[in-house]
Each structure stands twice: as structure tokens, then as C-alpha cells.
């Protein structure tokens, strides 16, 4: 028994030491912003971690270190944007969480797999618990494998379908930056809605990925809790990863800057990362049946709708306005939480400019 206290005590230690400290580190707020400080704004994401997308009228809220503060308060004066400090000191907050994160894990360490919501699931339980509904439910669930990350995790997810030929498609994708830990619940939820109501299943075939970057998400847990990226090497050791989110072969940046650090960092090329390039050539071969792409974030209380470059419209953009705001009042209804529906690029960019960020 000694021994047993003595292996899960060094573990518990281990798990401390290795975790990166925010100590120090503060949350800043902006006010809500104006156009004209969009383009001062956009250009400090660049080299700072902003968290959210800042908008015309909505406030930034950025994360800087002790070093860092200095430097972007001095910013925010020089463009006459009031703000606040949010959280003075994230170290408490971060700690706090890991010790009731991994309370709560071993606390239900001995229970039988399911979908837990009052925690946050590692990748290894949530890939856990897709393989066992894929053997409870064979004649509707299927597991897929999509890609390995560079650190060997697997992309993997769920097909949910009665089988039915001919049936249109549904995506759902979570996590794909890895420290949004919250939005894996919702594809888990999903999950266990469609599997319980054949209604749901007729409706269409569902394709659920409950985390799009599972090197990244792994890293959050085990390192760095507000590490976004993947884990790719790139040619500066001490920054590895690319935002997997601006790595799909669209508008790619292909004249992007070697800044590595960046948590906006395209990649090498496009389609570079090994997540990214599965779940591309997935989604190109269901692209016939496929009705419905949703990719779930986090941070904002927003339910955006393409382009992300421009505001010019899409063809169907009232039919994705409409289902926007039907999903908006939804959640309204049972949360009682207002989410905004809107362009991805609104308060962004000018109409008709094509390279906002």
C-alpha cells in the first residue's frame, strides 16, 4: 500500500512540475472596438494571444505575460483604447483547475466508459468511448480514423447512420485549436443524442469528430493549458505547431510570414499538417452528400457563417442565416445565453476587401 501512495504521489508531483506556470500572467479587456483600430488590432494578434476574434464593436481580450504587458497596455493607450484587466493573475486560476481536472479523473477512474460532463475527458477516453459505442452499437456506429498526428495521436471520430442509401451528410468537428476544451463536450453530447433517436439518424448520416487535434489537446492537458496549435516541428525548435484552422487549402497564406511563434502560424504550405490534410481528403469524399459543415469553438458567444476573407455574401446566405438564428433562439430558450449570428469577417474587414485576416 506505501508503495502505491509512494508511485501515485510522484505521479501527482510529476504531473505539477511539468505543467507550465501562468504565474503572472494577465487577461486583458478592451472596449468594444471601432474600424479604425481594426487594423492596429489585427496586427497585434499577430504577435499576441488574443482570445476570441476582435471585431468592430466587440471588446479584445488578449493574454500577455509579465513581460508582454507593458507592451501591449502601451499599445492600447497609443491608440486610445480604454480597457481593463480582466484577470490579474492567471497562474491561481490554472492551477486551481489542473487539481480539480485530475481530482475528478481519478475519481472516476473505476467507473464503467461513458460521456462525462463535469470534467474534461483526455483524447484517450474520448477515443475509448467511440471504440465501445462502435462495438455496443454496431449497426450504427462506426469509428474512422482520418490521419496520426506528428505525435502519434489519431484523428479519430464517429459515423452515427440507420443505413440508409442515398442520405445527405452532417459534419461536426471540435477542438481543433487543442486548449478549447470545452467544445469536445459538444460533439460528445451530440453523439449520444443521435445514438439515443432513431428520428435523428433518419434525418441523415452524421459524421462527429470530437477532437480535430489530438497532438495539441493531449499537450493542453499534460504541459501548456492555453497551447492551440499542433505539434509539428518547425525550423525554430523553441516553436513548434501551426494553427490547423488557416492550414486548409483555401486562401491559403502562401506568402506567410517564418514568424513560428505565432499562434496564427499557416504552416509550411497548405494541407502541411497531417490532421488537417484527413480530415480534407475526407470531406472531399463525402462532398456529395455533405449539407451541413459545423465547426465547433470557443470563446465569443457567436454562431458565424462564411467567408471568413470577406463579407461579400455566400449564394445560400439567407438559408444560413435563418438556420443561425433558429439555433441561436434554441439555445436561448433552454440556456437563456444570447448568441450573435454573423459574417465570419463582420467587423473585420471593409466590403470588398479581400485579404482581411
Known amino acids: ?130 471504440r465501445d459505442l462502435s462495438a455496443a452499437y454496431p449497426e450504427i456506429a462506426t469509428g474512422i480514423i482520418f490521419a496520426n498526428g506528428t505525435e502519434g495521436h489519431k484523428v479519430k471520430g464517429i459515423k452515427i447512420s440507420n443505413g440508409n442509401v442515398g442520405q445527405k451528410a452532417l459534419w461536426f468537428d471540435c477542438a481543433i485549436h487543442a486548449r478549447e476544451w470545452i467544445t469536445p463536450p459538444v460533439c460528445l453530447r451530440i453523439i449520444d443524442e443521435v445514438i439515443a433517436d432513431p428520428a435523428l439518424r433518419d434525418l441523415a448520416d452524421w459524421y462527429i469528430l470530437p477532437v480535430a487535434n489530438p497532438d495539441g489537446y493531449n499537450y493542453s492537458i499534460t504541459t501548456d493549458r492555453f497551447w492551440r496549435k499542433t505539434r509539428s516541428p518547425n525550423p525554430d525548435p523553441d516553436c513548434p505547431g501551426t494553427d490547423p484552422n488557416r492550414n486548409f487549402d483555401f486562401l491559403w497564406d502562401a506568402g506567410n510570414p517564418t514568424d513560428y511563434c505565432s499562434e496564427v502560424y499557416p504552416g509550411t504550405n497548405a494541407f502541411s499538417e497531417p490532421e488537417v490534410s484527413g480530415i480534407g481528403n475526407f470531406i472531399l469524399d463525402i462532398a456529395d452528400s455533405l449539407v451541413l459543415y459545423v465547426a465547433i469553438h470557443s470563446y465569443g458567444e457567436q454562431i458565424l457563417y462564411p467567408y471568413g476573407h470577406t463579407v461579400e455574401p455566400v449564394p445560400n446566405v439567407d438559408q444560413l442565416i435563418a438556420a443561425g438564428t433558429a439555433s441561436a433562439d434554441a439555445i436561448a430558450a433552454v440556456a437563456g445565453t444570447t448568441y450573435t449570428v454573423e459574417n465570419s469577417a463582420s467587423g473585420l474587414c471593409k466590403k470588398h476587401l479581400k485579404n482581411c485576416e
Open 1 to 130: 500500500m506505501r508503495s502505491l501512495f509512494s508511485i501515485v504521489l510522484l505521479m501527482v508531483l510529476g504531473s505539477a512540475l511539468a505543467y507550465k506556470s501562468y504565474s503572472g500572467y494577465q487577461v486583458l479587456k478592451s472596449a468594444p472596438l471601432t474600424a479604425a483600430s481594426m487594423p492596429y488590432i489585427n496586427r497585434l494578434s499577430k504577435h499576441f494571444d488574443f482570445w476570441g476574434t476582435p471585431g468592430v464593436g466587440r471588446p479584445a481580450t488578449v493574454m500577455v505575460s509579465p513581460e508582454q504587458a507593458p507592451l501591449v497596455v502601451a499599445a492600447f493607450n497609443r491608440m486610445r483604447i480604454s480597457h481593463e484587466v480582466l484577470i490579474p493573475d492567471l497562474g491561481p486560476e490554472v492551477e486551481r483547475e489542473r487539481l480539480e481536472r485530475e481530482a475528478l479523473e481519478v475519481a472516476h477512474s473505476m467507473k464503467p466508459r461513458e460521456a462525462v460532463y463535469d470534467r474534461y475527458m483526455s483524447c484517450q477516453e474520448i477515443h475509448h468511448y467511440m
